[in-house]
């Protein structure tokens, strides 16, 4: 899950953020637990994010509509995302008990 927001501002893009949804399969990608750390210095956020799988084709556009969401935030002029992949997606505990649910994973 993502660290919680430290400052106003962290917390305005993590809403706007909040609101992208994985193209494939529905759920905010914030739920999913694909993003991993948001960073506001000054006018410019730092996004920390992952995909599904390494090979995920949704993945350069859901790269996009992050950016694109941060830049929405009044004040915020600059966005990058950055893809790693350490550590690995495990939807099992990363994710939300409403998106495991929306996926049919009961632990």
Same mark, same amino acid.
């Not at 410019?44 to 992952?50: G, L, V």
């Not at 992949?85 to 939807?91: F, G, H, Y």
């Given at each position: 899950?993502?660290?919680?927001?430290?400052?106003?501002?962290?917390?305005?893009?993590?809403h706007s953020v909040r609101?992208?949804?994985?193209?494939?399969?529905?759920?905010?990608?914030?739920?999913?637990?694909?993003?991993?750390?948001?960073?506001?210095?000054?006018?410019?956020?730092?996004?920390?994010?992952?995909?599904?799988?390494?090979?995920?084709?949704?993945g350069p556009q859901m790269?996009?509509?992050?950016?694109?969401?941060?830049?929405? +935030?009044?004040?915020?002029?600059?966005?990058?995302?950055?893809? +790693?992949?350490?550590?690995?997606?495990?939807p099992r505990a990363m994710?939300?008990?409403?998106?495991?649910?929306?996926?049919?994973?009961?632990?």
């Amino acid at each position: 899950m993502i660290r919680d927001p430290e400052t106003e501002k962290e917390w305005e893009v993590f809403h706007s953020v909040r609101m992208v949804e994985d193209p494939e399969i529905g759920i905010s990608l914030i739920e999913l637990g694909l993003i991993y750390d948001i960073k506001v210095e000054g006018e410019k956020a730092d996004i920390t994010m992952t995909y599904t799988s390494l090979a995920c084709p949704a993945g350069p556009q859901m790269k996009q509509d992050i950016e694109n969401h941060a830049l929405r +935030v009044d004040g915020i002029t600059e966005a990058v995302v950055h893809v +790693v992949w350490n550590p690995k997606w495990e939807p099992r505990a990363m994710a939300s008990e409403e998106a495991k649910m929306q996926m049919g994973i009961f632990d």
